[in-house]
């Protein structure tokens, strides 16, 4: 079946640890998204990628990094200059030309200690 | 930049009830959506739905553009309902590219 997978679904890290969540999409989708959710509160975009080798800061990109090597896979590193990492982090996509209808992953959660 | 706000934030209601949750926005939009997000955190698409009236079974959405304001309805909640629901917006003037404001969601309970 068509769909957005996350890995992993839940990390745990100590401070100062760079951490990469994968994010994998099987519906040929043009673009894709990662969100930060915090504890009672809405998403928050990070970083987009509409094409393959091009990708935009969202509102809160500082110390995080992104790559668009293949239309497929967008993985999001949280490096250990953001810093507040703990949170629920969200993939999204959606096929370039649509409505912008969003498609999400089933999420990764991070906890830094 | 626009502004997303939604009510009520927390709902409880008994099986079998209706509800209407309200999101307002400060500023013309051309892509608005609402998500059902479960407890398990999966955000699920219900509508895209920038102006008029959807239906899809049991819910329901109406977007006023003219007055920014967008409301969902749940007509005999289940608990299979409960969970978190947002609505997202986006003002680009170049189309719809998926970059949404989400508001702060309402969270409903639905008791059995």
């Known amino acids: 079946d068509g769909g957005i997978t996350q890995s992993p679904k839940y990390l745990f890290r100590k401070e100062g640890q760079n951490v990469t969540l994968s994010c994998e999409q099987n519906?040929?989708?043009?673009?894709m998204y990662w969100y930060r959710q915090d504890p009672g509160q809405g998403l928050r975009l990070i970083y987009y990628?509409?094409?393959?080798?091009?990708?935009q800061k969202g509102d809160i990109a500082e110390g995080y990094s992104v790559s668009r090597e293949k239309k497929e896979s967008f993985p999001l590193t949280v490096t250990s200059a953001q810093k507040n990492p703990t949170a629920f982090y969200l993939c999204?996509?959606?096929?370039?030309?649509?409505?912008?209808?969003?498609?999400f992953g089933e999420g990764s959660r991070l906890t830094v200690l | 930049g626009i502004q997303v706000e939604q009510s009520p934030p927390d709902l409880i209601l008994q099986e079998g009830a209706n509800s209407t949750l309200r999101c307002n926005f400060s500023?013309?939009?051309?892509?608005l959506q609402w998500f059902h997000q479960n407890p398990w955190g999966q955000l699920i698409n219900l509508f895209y739905?920038?102006?008029g009236t959807k239906q899809n079974g049991r819910l329901s959405a109406t977007t006023v553009a003219t007055e920014r304001y967008s409301l969902l309805y749940i007509s005999s909640s289940q608990t299979t309902d409960s969970g978190v629901y947002f609505c997202?917006?986006?003002?680009?003037?170049?189309?719809?590219?998926?970059?949404?404001?989400f508001g702060q969601g309402t969270t409903l309970q639905v008791k059995p």
């Open positions: 999204a996509s959606v096929r370039t030309g649509n409505t912008g209808e969003l498609f």
């Open positions: 500023d013309s939009v051309n892509n």
């Open positions: 990628s509409q094409i393959v080798n091009d990708f």
């Open positions: 739905i920038p102006s």
């Open positions: 519906l040929n989708h043009d673009a």
């Open positions: 997202a917006v986006e003002r680009s003037r170049s189309g719809n590219t998926g970059k949404l404001i």
